[in-house]
Structures are given as structure tokens and as C-alpha cells.
T-cell receptor, first 120, second 107 residues
Framework: GAVVSQHPSWVICKSGTSVKIECRSLDFQATTMFWYRQFPKQSLMLMATSNEGSKATYEQGVEKDKFLINHASLTLSTLTVTSAHPEDSSFYIC????????????????FGPGTRLTVL | RKEVEQDPGPFNVPEGATVAFNCTYSNSASQSFFWYRQDCRKEPKLLMSVYSSGNEDGRFTAQLNRASQYISLLIRDSKLSDSATYLCVVSLYKLSFGAGTTVTVRA
């Protein structure tokens, strides 16, 4: 139980294009989803927090117009990196917190497998 | 100052050895503490929560010292499969991750 999936698992794109990453909670309702970014040998950095049906809350220094987050349903959140540049190349990880499955804690975050983005 | 600081290591230990490492955190108001494990190019996975009284899960023992604001993890009888990066995580309103301590267990 408490499975979170991400798609795609890796993507390579040209500079200037936009990339959409999906995060799904497969067997529970994710009332809150979190998007993190991790550069090599660095810690996971929280980018934004999104609650279903409302606008995402972005961390300081994260451009909301560049990293568009949509949490349209209780099982799906998307992160779109608009006009990607090489410095956006990173490991993007989502996590979900919610309810609806026996044993799923309302406070525990369940992490997706991550998406490795490379911008050429 | 970083919210969570860890010795990056690497700690290279033989199978069967005991290895221990700490992390420090800056926000004294932090309420929850965890150790996560992250394998190369994978997502972090919760290893164990850390409680004020200290707690043990099999070969893993975690300690919390609120006064000094540090958390420790001890791994006994190391296995090859314990090779990973261990992330110290503290939480108040959100999870704050350390950059990780790399442990390599050799045969």
C-alpha cells in the first residue's frame, strides 16, 4: 500500500522546451503533495506544496511561473518546468500525504521514484 | 547556516562492523526526526523515526539529543546491503533534509 508513481522516470529535452512530470498516488487519496529537487550530492530541497483544488505554495526562491504545479485531483499532481535550461537539470521527486488506505498515516509522506531531467 | 548538517563521509567499513554517525539541526523548535535511506539515483525511503528516548529497529539504533540538537544513527553488524546514503530529516511544518552520509560496506 501507499504507492506513489512518477512519470516519466527520466527525460532529456532541448533547452527552451517545457517538460511535464506527473505524480500519482495509486492506492490512497493524496490531500497534499510535495515537489522536491535534488542536485548531485546535495539534499532534497522542497520546491512547493500543493493541496488538491488550490494553488500551490512555493518555497522562497522558487519561481512559480517557471515551475507550474497543478493538483487537479486527489490522486494526481503535475509539475511543468517551462522553458527549461541546463541549470534545471536535476532529480525531481514528489511525495504525497493523505488517507484512504489502511495503514496510511495522515502525517507520513510517501515518496515517488523520482524523475531525472537532463536539459541539453 | 544549513537547517540540517551531516558529515558526508564516506564511511567505509567491513561487513560485520559497527558504524555510527550524527547530524545536527539548527531549529530548536523542530518536532519530528527521521532517518531516511537513499540508494543511488533512487527516492529516499524511511528507515526509522527518532524518538526522544532513543529507539532501536533491528540492527539500527537512533538517538536524539534535543539539548545539543543532534541525532545519531548506529548500525550494528553491517551488511553489504546497508551500503547507501543516509539522510537525516527534521520536521516542524515541513521536512528538512540533510545532504546525507554515505556508507559503504565492503566484503
Amino acid at each position: 500500500g501507499a504507492v506513489v508513481s512518477q512519470h516519466p522516470s527520466w527525460v532529456i529535452c532541448k533547452s527552451g522546451t517545457s517538460v511535464k512530470i506527473e505524480c500519482r498516488s495509486l492506492d490512497f487519496q493524496a490531500t497534499t503533495m510535495f515537489w522536491y529537487r535534488q542536485f548531485p550530492k546535495q539534499s532534497l530541497m522542497l520546491m512547493a506544496t500543493s493541496n488538491e483544488g488550490s494553488k500551490a505554495t512555493y518555497e522562497q526562491g522558487v519561481e512559480k511561473d517557471k515551475f507550474l504545479i497543478n493538483h487537479a485531483s486527489l490522486t494526481l499532481s503535475t509539475l511543468t518546468v517551462t522553458s527549461a535550461h541546463p541549470e534545471d537539470s536535476s532529480f525531481y521527486i514528489c511525495s504525497a500525504r493523505g488517507e484512504g488506505l489502511a495503514g496510511v498515516s495522515g502525517t507520513t509522506q510517501y515518496f515517488g521514484p523520482g524523475t531525472r531531467l537532463t536539459v541539453l | 547556516r544549513k537547517e540540517v548538517e551531516q558529515d558526508p563521509g564516506p564511511f567505509n567499513v567491513p561487513e560485520g562492523a559497527t558504524v555510527a554517525f550524527n547530524c545536527t539541526y539548527s531549529n530548536s523548535a523542530s518536532q519530528s526526526f527521521f532517518w531516511y535511506r537513499q540508494d543511488c539515483r533512487k527516492e529516499p525511503k524511511l528507515l526509522m523515526s527518532v524518538y526522544s528516548s532513543g529507539n532501536e529497529d533491528g540492527r539500527f539504533t537512533a538517538q536524539l539529543n534535543r539539548a545539543s540538537q543532534y541525532i545519531s544513527l548506529l548500525i550494528r553488524d553491517s551488511k553489504l546491503s546497508d551500503s547507501a546514503t543516509y539522510l537525516c530529516v527534521v520536521s516542524l511544518y515541513k521536512l528538512s533534509f540533510g545532504a546525507g552520509t554515505t556508507v559503504t560496506v565492503r566484503a
